[in-house]
């Protein structure tokens, strides 16, 4: 059909032969074949790349992972050790001090590497609410109410129009307020205990699951094959 195309005379418009047009389209859809041909391929090297850069980027996370899941288990551990223990502060539950094992926090500054925006915004918000936590908890505030009742001794003790007395008020107001609130948190974050444990376990458990999500990832597609990288069943120890 098409050669019989190419040849009727349409004129001034007809440009060429029959052999020029042929040569002319089968350039044309050779030019197109290699052009989709070469798409293909470059496709198929930029998927292998990112599939590369991917494993690469999950291997990374592995030893982050295990730093926060290290981290996360001494936290649930004594929290659960207060837990145990909440019997002891019933009737003193604004003036308890618990004193937690330091936790490694530049372990907790790595968290951007982890390629899950919930695991990301869940362990940054854990974080923030166990460094209030630890700080409340630690807090021994019977120096506090001793030093209050003794400026309030002297405030009764002074004419309102005595010198230094505004800023002796003043200091008293600032100093009580900042008691209450610490009385307050340390009540609260009591109250609080279970779900933070709670929230505590679902981290990690969340933790566990993804590092053994990658650990598969990687076996699937050999990267664990590299010359003179660590296979994790080299170190499985049987009990």
């Known amino acids: 059909m098409l050669s019989q195309f190419i040849r009727l005379p349409f004129g001034h418009w007809t440009i060429g032969n029959e052999e020029s047009w042929v040569s002319f389209l089968g350039n044309y859809s050779g030019g ?70 330091a936790l490694i926090w530049s372990r907790w500054e790595k968290i951007h590497y982890i390629n899950d925006p ?61 008691l209450e609130a610490i009385k307050n948190d340390k009540v609260q974050y009591l109250k609080e205990l279970p779900f933070c444990i709670e929230k505590t376990q679902k981290i990690l458990n969340n933790i566990s699951i993804r590092k053994t999500k990658i650990h598969d990832i990687l076996k699937k597609s050999n990267y664990y094959n590299k010359e003179l990288l660590s296979n994790p069943q080299e170190f499985k120890v049987d009990r």
């Open 32 to 101: 197109i074949l290699g052009g989709i041909i070469a798409f293909l391929v470059a496709r198929d090297q930029i998927k292998k790349q990112q599939n590369q850069n991917l494993r690469e980027t999950l291997a990374m996370e592995l030893p982050v992972l295990t730093g926060l899941e290290l981290e996360c288990s001494k936290v649930l551990k004594q929290l659960k050790t207060v837990e145990t223990n909440y019997e002891m502060f019933k009737g003193k539950e604004a003036t308890y001090i618990v004193s937690l094992d």
């Open 118 to 178: 919930v695991l990301q915004e869940e362990l940054i918000l854990h974080r923030e609410a166990l460094e209030r936590n630890i700080e409340v908890f630690d807090i021994n505030i019977n120096p506090l109410i001793e030093q209050l009742k003794q400026k309030r001794r002297q405030a009764r003790k002074m004419n309102p129009l005595d010198n230094g007395f505004d800023q002796l008020e003043l200091e008293i107001s600032k100093e009580n307020n900042y």
